[in-house]
Structure formats: structure tokens, C-alpha cells
């Protein structure tokens, strides 16, 4: 692996709907290191979406696959396609307390090149309550061939709460 160059970071201290990192401007892998991603209210799902000019895709062409683990129960495997938002990248009904906030890596592949699919590989985990983690591990596509330059993450309803997000660039 390359050195990691950091490309933007932001961090959310209070009640905002959504994050947005940009700065995808080569065909090397990024990566996007997402750490204490809260809610601000409620157990929430995270979702995601690619940008294009700094602005979140509104199609229907999100695809994804993933196991989920859970420490209190057996696991999960979720699919679908043709969404309106990845879910589940990083947070899974991930609650609004000090368990801890969502924590995550995600690898972002082909997000500059316009004939190839916008892909993320990753994992990350959360609490789910005091005695109880979920950990989502997969991969989820953007089917449509165009150049993307970022993501925008937010949760399935309500606002962010706190959460620090950093983009990196893998440089070989």
C-alpha cells in the first residue's frame, strides 16, 4: 500500500442533515475514515451517496451486498439494488448515545474514471446498545458510468449529531 494524503476532512459538533467530502480528482484509490458518526436523534442507518460537482447524486442506481455482524445475534446478509442511497456503509441503527457513535474505513474505487462504476469496499462498526455491536462489512456500487468527485453521508432520518469524516488519497 501507498502513503495516505490527506484530501479534506470535516467535523460535525452539532445538528447538521448532511456531510459532504469532495476532492476526488484521480483514478487512485481513496479512502474515507469515518469515526464517532452519530445521530442526533434516535437509532439510525447510515446512508451515502456519490456527488458529482460537489453535489449528491439523486438517481435510483445504488447497489449493494454486505454481511452484518452482531455480537447479541446471529449475522446478516443484505442486498438490493436500483436505491436512491447505499445503505448501510457505515452505521446500522446506530443510537444517539455515548455507546460510541459509528467507527469505519471505506475504500472508494474508480470514482474518477466516467466508463467504469463507482465502487466502495469497507467495514466499519457501531453500538447497538450497552452489551450489543453491529459491524456491516461490503460492497456497494454506483451503476452508472461518470466521473464522481466525492460522497455525501447522512442518516435514514433526522440529522447528523457529531461525527469527524477525512478523505484520503492513496498514493503509490
Not at 495516505?4 to 469532495?22: D, F, G, N, P, R
Not at 443510537?95 to 469497507?122: E, H, K, Q, T, W
Not at 446498545?129 to 458510468?145: C, E, I, R, Y
Request: proline fraction near 2%; aromatic fraction near 12%.
Amino acid at each position: 500500500m501507498g502513503n495516505l494524503v490527506q484530501v479534506s476532512t470535516a467535523q460535525i459538533t452539532s445538528a447538521t442533515a448532511s456531510v459532504t467530502l469532495t476532492g476526488i480528482n484521480s483514478d487512485d484509490v481513496y479512502i474515507l475514515a469515518i469515526n464517532n458518526f452519530r445521530p442526533a436523534s434516535g437509532g439510525q442507518d447510515c446512508r451515502m451517496k456519490t456527488t458529482t460537482s460537489g453535489t449528491a447524486d439523486g438517481d435510483s442506481e445504488y447497489d449493494w451486498a454486505f454481511m452484518g455482524l452482531r455480537i447479541q445475534s446471529s449475522f446478516s446478509t443484505l442486498t438490493n439494488t436500483n436505491q436512491s442511497s447505499w445503505q448501510y456503509p457505515c452505521g446500522w441503527s446506530c443510537p444517539d448515545d455515548d455507546y460510541g457513535g459509528a467507527n469505519g474505513i471505506l475504500y472508494l474505487y474508480n470514482f474518477n474514471n466516467s466508463s467504469r462504476y463507482s465502487m466502495v469496499s469497507g467495514e466499519s462498526v457501531n453500538a447497538y446498545s450497552t452489551n450489543d455491536l453491529l459491524a456491516p462489512k461490503g460492497a456497494w456500487t454506483h451503476t452508472v458510468d461518470e466521473t464522481n468527485d466525492g460522497v455525501n453521508l447522512y442518516w435514514g432520518s433526522g440529522d447528523i449529531g457529531k461525527g469527524t469524516f477525512t478523505l484520503y488519497k492513496v498514493v503509490e
